[in-house]
């Protein structure tokens, strides 16, 4: 089955710096990969996703990347903000079939 | 109808009681999902419905747990004689169902069992 590797587990950067947290997946059949903002106490919302038969989405200061070849997949966070500050996942699936989760990363914006 | 909604937020049973929690997912949202979430850990997938039919359960389903989706709108999922190893955030999410599409996750139901 699909495994999905994340890292940094924590990550710690400056406000107004970037931010970026990878994953690698191990499925070459996946093809849906959404990255989840996981607030203390909350749920996992969907912030930003990427389709296999794309490289790169952006929206506003966030963006993904997408190497098929390589299977790996990164979330890029520019001019870090305090409200930036989450548990961020990342995951993997074959069309709308269940997600297999990273382990998290836990980013702290630092004033 | 502003999101997946789950019911109740806090749940706290003595071991070996019963318990169950409800999921309203997103109207005409036909597929459903179960996960469980564990301090520290990413949601690991429990089962998942396409209507009212339930398509998958993960080996983590053990035969303590039961989900039910009937007539295809809202969801319960039972967990019978519970464990201290059960405590952790039951998680639901909702998707339109076709194709990879996006999946919508609900604030959880926080179990503790004592």
């Known amino acids: 089955g699909e495994n999905v590797e994340q890292h940094p587990s924590t990550l710690s950067v400056q406000e107004g710096d970037s931010a970026v947290i990878k994953c690698t997946y191990s499925?070459?059949?996946?093809?849906?990969f959404p990255w989840y903002k996981q607030e203390l106490g909350k749920g996992p919302q969907l912030i930003i996703d990427?389709?296999?038969?794309?490289g790169e989405k952006k929206d506003q200061r966030i963006a993904v990347t997408l190497n098929k070849t390589a299977k790996h997949f990164s979330l890029h966070i520019t001019e870090t903000q305090p409200e930036d500050s989450a548990v961020y996942f990342c995951a993997a699936s074959q069309g709308a079939q269940k997600l297999v989760f990273g382990q998290g990363t836990r980013l702290t914006i630092n004033p | 109808d502003t999101g997946v909604s789950q019911n109740p937020r806090h749940k706290i049973t003595k071991r070996g009681q019963n318990v169950t929690f409800r999921c309203d997912p997103i109207?005409?949202?036909?597929?459903l999902y179960w996960y469980r979430q564990t301090l520290g850990q990413g949601p690991e997938f429990l089962t998942y419905?396409?209507?009212?039919?339930?398509?998958?359960k993960s080996r983590l389903l053990s035969d303590r747990f039961s989900a039910e989706r009937p007539k295809g709108s809202f969801s319960t999922l039972e967990i019978q004689r519970t464990e201290q190893g059960d405590s952790a955030m039951y998680l639901c999410?909702?998707?339109?169902?076709?194709?990879?599409?996006?999946?919508?996750f609900g604030q959880g139901t926080r179990l503790t069992v004592v």
């Open positions: 990427i389709r296999s038969n794309v």
């Open positions: 499925d070459s059949a996946s093809n849906y």
């Open positions: 419905f396409q209507n009212e039919a339930q398509l998958e």
């Open positions: 999410a909702s998707s339109i169902g076709q194709g990879a599409t996006e999946a919508f």
């Open positions: 109207s005409e949202h036909n597929r």
